[in-house]
């Protein structure tokens, strides 16, 4: 039995600590050898000379905290040194000027052997606490259609726990579908929602976003959809978020659209009367929503560690240099031709949220005007402060016949 014991303790000993010998340092490494000689020999002195009543009690003495000491020791090291986290996904430490990604061949998944090829450094531009990814896509390859079908199909969802939580947030209607659908084809990934109890048993949701039926909380996305933006909600996000802006007049316009159409069933012709007769579900009762866009936008700006602002303008027009600014962001491996068949295969959902085809006039009136004005300058006048890129100049929501 001792001979048993002394045995097993000391293979085992050896087996764990042998594996985790070539992340440490040559000192580290011998000054654990010194440590583990000293615990292996344990059993053969404790054990010596020692009758089974003694033994008994010497085992139940020694033996157990002893064991719990070497998984504890087992314990800091992983953490310490971050070897059980899986490549793509292992989290990183943010700091100002400088971020690790990696960019990809042209096709297919990335591999450690090409890993090691490819891998580059991206750099961030902080402005307070808005970060601005450097990325350059001059030396992307011409697009393949054909490997664009697969690369729908592979999309996975994390282990728990391995991914950074990192929001997605906006103002309802300001691109996030859209973005969620590019992220995921991109990265390869599934992404995540904060709306997850509500959205879990949509179909969309089920067959496409499959990483939001499940707790947020869990990090298996590589990113999660917000539209909250209350001061306690945003620094969950601890890595950081991607704050979706568009111009407020089309977001608002559209998500009064979406909401009379979808949720009271009433029909385009009907909402679009509302607005053109000023009726007061448009001019009043609405109100608190046009606050919405302007707090979404400054809650994220002022309490967010770590943001980047994608304009959605930018993202419609340059769509693959924002989505890889995006993906080098989430700490993602840069693979363009991922990113291409992204585009490529979602550049239908650009013209979903443009509703002026349906309007030939400014629904907005003077007193709204005023106040949506004054909400953008607000915003605009947060961003200049901080040294960040201001708002776009944003038409108004009117086209003539």
């Known amino acids: ?19 985790l010998l ?54 800091l090291i992983c953490n310490t040194y971050n070897v059980a ?14 971020y690790q990604a990696h960019v990809a061949p042209a096709a297919g998944r990335i591999t450690e052997r090409n890993r090691v090829n490819f891998t580059s450094a991206v750099k961030e531009d902080w402005r307070d606490n808005i970060v601005y990814p450097q990325v350059d896509i001059t030396d992307f390859p011409p697009l393949d259609p054909s490997v664009c079908p697969s690369m729908k199909e592979d999309i996975e969802i994390a282990p ?40 879990r048993n949509l179909p969309r949701v089920k067959d496409w976003f499959k990483a939001g039926v499940e707790d947020f909380m869990l990090r298996k996305g590589v990113c999660v959809k917000s539209h909250f933006y209350g001061p306690g909600h945003v620094p969950i996000f601890e890595d950081g978020a991607i704050l979706l802006l568009r111009n407020p007049y089309y977001s608002l316009a559209s998500e009064f659209l979406r909401f009379h159409s979808r949720q009271l069933n009433d029909t385009e012709d009907f909402i679009v ?72 295969s979602y550049a239908s959902m650009q013209g979903r949220m443009n509703h002026t085809s349906q309007m030939n006039f400014d629904p907005y009136t003077t007193a709204l005007h005023q106040l949506l004005d004054g909400y953008i300058e607000e915003v605009n006048r947060t961003l200049i402060r901080k040294q960040a890129m201001p708002l776009p100049t944003y038409k108004k929501y009117y086209q003539e016949t």
């Open 273 to 344: 009367s509302i607005m053109k007769n000023e009726d007061e579900r448009w001019t009043r009762n609405y109100l608190p929503t046009y606050d919405k866009w302007k707090n979404t936008a400054l809650s994220w700006i002022t309490r967010c560690k770590r943001l980047m602002i994608v304009f959605y303008e930018d993202l419609e027009r340059n769509t693959v240099y924002e989505l890889t600014r995006m993906v080098a962001f989430l700490g993602q491996p840069i693979q363009p031709m991922r990113i291409q068949c992204a585009v490529h």
């Open 22 to 75: 070539p992340v440490l340092d040559s000192n580290t490494q011998t000054y654990t050898m010194k440590s583990l000689r000293k615990v292996i020999s344990a059993p053969s002195r404790v054990f010596r000379g020692m009758d089974p009543t003694g033994l008994t009690s010497r085992v139940t003495r020694y033996f157990w905290p002893s064991v719990c000491l070497v998984f504890f020791v087992l314990y």
């Open 85 to 98: 986290a899986p490549p793509r996904s292992r989290r990183t430490k943010h700091h100002q000027g400088e």
């Open 160 to 199: 728990a726990n391995s991914m950074p939580l990192i929001a997605l947030a906006s103002f309802p209607r300001s691109g996030n579908t859209w973005s969620r659908s590019l992220i995921q084809i991109a990265t390869g990934y599934s992404t995540g929602s904060v709306h997850w109890e509500t959205e």
């Open 1 to 19: 039995m001792i001979v048993c014991l002394s045995t097993t303790w000391r293979f085992q000993t050896w087996r764990y600590s042998v594996n």
